[in-house]
């Protein structure tokens, strides 16, 4: 039992609840017995008194010691005591003892075994005899009445201690219970999520912590659901991806094999275009996982973004103008900030061709750069269909293409160029553009006070 938090749960609570009870049951007997006790020794005294009263009052009447031995034997039989009485020299008067036997426990006993101290008779203003009325010395505090008094109230406080603890138990388990049931449905939920049932949520209402852990859970579940939806898509895509390339080098070289194809330089061209795709888009997916694992390393210099922009405008101008699609830059040099030179390219590059593949013959690309106190912005806009609102949020995707998606494209240009802005602590968003088209804006952050001078 004690290996669960259950029974853990309810054996604390229950030893808990037992020494509380042990504690409270012994100081409330102790202090019923101190305050009886006192009872007791009030009462004795309030005896003593009235027996002195009652031997002052028979001398003051003149009284013999005839009748004085019929007073003693009535007040003994009356307050149940022993009782000596002695003249004013000494001489014994008087004696009774009406003691039950039974009740102190021991034989009755001689002048010199009392205790109790002798109090004077006192008459007329003057001391007439001495008078004694204490018990043995070994004589119990409590006996006869009063030892049964204690004795059930004793009693009484072991049954109520008994029917505490039943009701610790029954309160512990019932609490045991309440604060284990969640830990019980978590621990299903996660063996359901085990099994592959990643839809599992949990419902729970026991307190704010279980409930962050229930909430948390529940956080945790749908992000192993989407991660599992975006594995099972990537690896749909890049089945996909992988097959177009390879479908048609297969088709080539068994048309090769069968003579269906000739052996010309076109024929190789096409092979060796189609093998160069393939290791593209092994190269991209490469840089991607790297990317999406914070793995990119990244050689910060001083960068011209205006240069490096200039420079690929020009090397895809050849491109533009086969689609007949105009390609123009805009901005002032230079425009500087601190980057990793061969990334940046790879950002501006994957842009301005993601805009020539959504731009129809006769449309325009522009690239803009501007430099400002908080950073460098880079927008690439494009004449093209655009995008629709639906599929905005999701064009950094890796191998998405909403309805608008046109023209080929590994499908993951736009996701590794927002790895590595992000990689540079950047940010890129996609808008319409106000005339149509898209518009993709960069903003890359002014580097601190110092990064600004280091390499």
């Keep these: 039992m004690l290996s669960t938090l259950r029974g853990r749960l309810v054996a604390g609570f229950l030893v808990v609840m037992l020494m509380t009870i042990a504690l409270l049951s012994l100081a409330y007997s102790q202090m019923t017995s101190r305050q009886f006790e006192t009872y007791m020794r009030q009462g004795r005294q309030m005896v003593g008194e009235e027996i002195v009263r009652e031997l002052a009052a028979a001398h003051a009447r003149g009284e013999g010691e005839s009748a004085i031995q019929v007073l003693v034997e009535k007040l003994a039989t009356r307050y149940g005591n022993r009782i000596i009485v002695w003249d004013e020299r000494g001489n014994h008067v008087a004696t009774a003892d009406q003691r039950p036997q039974e009740a102190s426990g021991m034989p009755r006993m001689g002048m010199g075994m009392m205790a109790g101290a002798r109090r004077a008779i006192v008459a007329g203003g003057r001391t007439v005899g001495f008078v004694s009325f204490s018990s043995p010395t070994s004589t119990p505090v409590f006996s006869g009445p009063a030892a049964t008094f204690i004795a059930g109230l004793n009693r009484y406080l072991l049954l109520g201690g008994l029917a505490a603890a039943l009701l610790a138990v029954v309160l512990g388990v019932a609490l045991a219970d309440r604060l284990t049931l969640p830990l019980k449905k978590l621990t299903q939920a996660v063996r359901s999520i085990s099994s592959g049932k990643l839809d599992q949520r949990v419902d729970i209402r026991a307190g704010q912590e279980v409930e962050e852990l229930a909430d948390a859970f529940n956080a945790m579940t749908e992000n192993l659901a989407k991660a599992e939806e975006l594995r099972r898509n990537l690896m749909t895509d890049v089945a996909h991806e992988l097959r177009t390339p390879i479908t048609s080098l297969q088709v080539h070289l068994e048309g090769v094999l069968d003579g269906a194809i000739p052996q010309s330089r076109e024929t190789i061209r096409t092979l060796h275009e189609e093998t160069r795709r393939l290791a593209e888009l092994v190269e991209e997916l490469r840089e991607l996982s790297l990317a999406e694992a914070g793995q990119l390393r990244l050689n910060v210099e001083d960068v011209d973004v205006y240069a490096l922009a200039e420079r690929e405008v020009r090397l895809l101008a050849p491109r533009f103008e086969k689609k007949r699609v105009k390609l123009a830059?805009?901005?002032?040099?230079?425009?500087?900030?601190?980057?990793?030179?061969?990334?940046?390219?790879?950002?501006?590059?994957?842009?301005?061709?993601?805009?020539?593949?959504?731009?129809?013959?006769?449309?325009?690309?522009?690239?803009?750069?501007?430099?400002?106190?908080?950073?460098?912005?880079?927008?690439?806009?494009?004449?093209?269909?655009?995008?629709?609102?639906?599929?905005?949020?999701?064009?950094?995707?890796?191998?998405?293409?909403?309805?608008?998606?046109?023209?080929?494209?590994?499908?993951?240009?736009?996701?590794?160029?927002?790895?590595?802005?992000?990689?540079?602590?950047?940010?890129?968003?996609?808008?319409?553009?106000?005339?149509?088209?898209?518009?993709?804006?960069v903003r890359f952050p002014a580097p601190a006070p110092s990064q600004a001078g280091s390499s």
């Design 329 to 441: 830059l805009d901005g002032k040099a230079p425009v500087e900030m601190r980057a990793d030179r061969n990334r940046l390219v790879q950002v501006l590059r994957n842009l301005i061709e993601n805009a020539l593949t959504h731009t129809p013959a006769g449309g325009r690309v522009s690239v803009s750069l501007e430099a400002a106190g908080d950073g460098v912005g880079v927008s690439v806009s494009d004449t093209g269909k655009g995008i629709s609102p639906e599929d905005l949020p999701f064009v950094f995707e890796r191998f998405y293409r909403g309805d608008s998606a046109s023209g080929g494209g590994s499908g993951i240009g736009l996701t590794i160029a927002k790895r590595l802005v992000q990689a540079h602590g950047g940010t890129i968003e996609a808008a319409a553009g106000e005339g149509g088209g898209t518009v993709m804006r």
